[in-house]
């Protein structure tokens, strides 16, 4: 019986190199999982959505560059909040504000992930009747 209570109390490791409780969440694991499903959404709006948008209007190649540089820009973006999290999983902050802090993370990427695409639409519009006039 006490055998079986202490090796729940137990930490575990998990593959992330991190020592969590058996009853905690791994909020860095969470922010990773969210970054990459939020990377993937976003490269498949840039593609699917201002792809077809710059090739409906005759443009000269530059939005493509802006497009490659647009994706390109957001990787590092997502690699800082995964290290962020990171540091923040083993920063002894409770299960409470680690909560909070977490969904204000998740918001903010999530808003960015999808306004992006949309926005880069509205400068290439934007170019377009500068250039055009």
Excluded: H
Aim: contains cysteine.
């Amino acid at each position: 019986m006490v055998a079986s209570a202490s090796r729940k109390a137990v930490a575990k490791r998990s593959g992330y190199g991190d020592v969590r409780t058996s009853g905690a969440v791994m909020w860095n694991k969470k922010m990773s999982n969210n970054c990459a499903a939020a990377l993937l959404v976003y490269t498949m709006m840039q593609i699917f959505f201002v792809l077809s948008f710059i090739q409906s209007k005759g443009m000269t190649i530059a939005p493509y560059f802006g497009l490659i540089l647009l994706v390109a820009v957001i990787i590092p973006f997502c690699r800082k909040y995964e290290k962020r999290w990171d540091n923040m999983a083993n920063s002894g902050l409770s299960q409470q504000s680690l909560a909070a802090k977490f969904r204000a993370d998740q918001i903010v990427l999530w808003v960015l992930a999808l306004g992006l695409p949309f926005i880069f639409i509205a400068l290439i519009k934007i170019a377009g009747m500068m250039f055009s006039a």
